[in-house]
């Protein structure tokens, strides 16, 4: 299993597909300082399909206990911004928030960012 070693994560795209039984598989590249790794991850939607991922990759106990959008501007072309609260195995809870234009990037952002290091 491979190890979070450091922070910064930058998701550098990601794709979906919707499963015959109603799930979504998830397939993103993500890039960290020490190179770029692969997630894949199946779920029953976005942000489960990337807890998936991110469990089989780095072998973590998390769950996504909140989690927020919000627009930062008052048109359509604004950017977003997403917040997420992971708990992890042992108690410890962290928060990740992502910006981007699209707000399933900013989420699964938010995902990465929550992470913890190490």
């Not at 960290?32 to 973590?60: E, H, Y």
Request: proline share 2%; charged share 20%.
């Amino acid at each position: 299993m491979a190890r979070i070693k450091t922070a910064p994560r930058q998701l550098l795209d990601y794709r979906t597909e919707s499963q015959a039984d109603g799930s979504l598989q998830l397939w993103a590249r993500i890039q960290t300082q020490d190179g770029v790794i692969t997630l894949q991850g199946k779920g029953n939607g976005l942000l489960s399909a990337a807890a998936d991922a991110i469990k089989s990759r780095f072998a973590l106990t998390l769950s996504i206990e909140d989690y927020h959008e919000h627009t930062l501007g008052r048109h359509s072309e604004s950017r977003s911004a997403a917040y997420i609260r992971c708990i992890f195995r042992q108690g410890a809870s962290h928060w990740g928030t992502g910006i981007d234009n699209d707000v399933s990037r900013a989420s699964l952002q938010a995902l990465l960012n929550a992470l913890p290091v190490g």
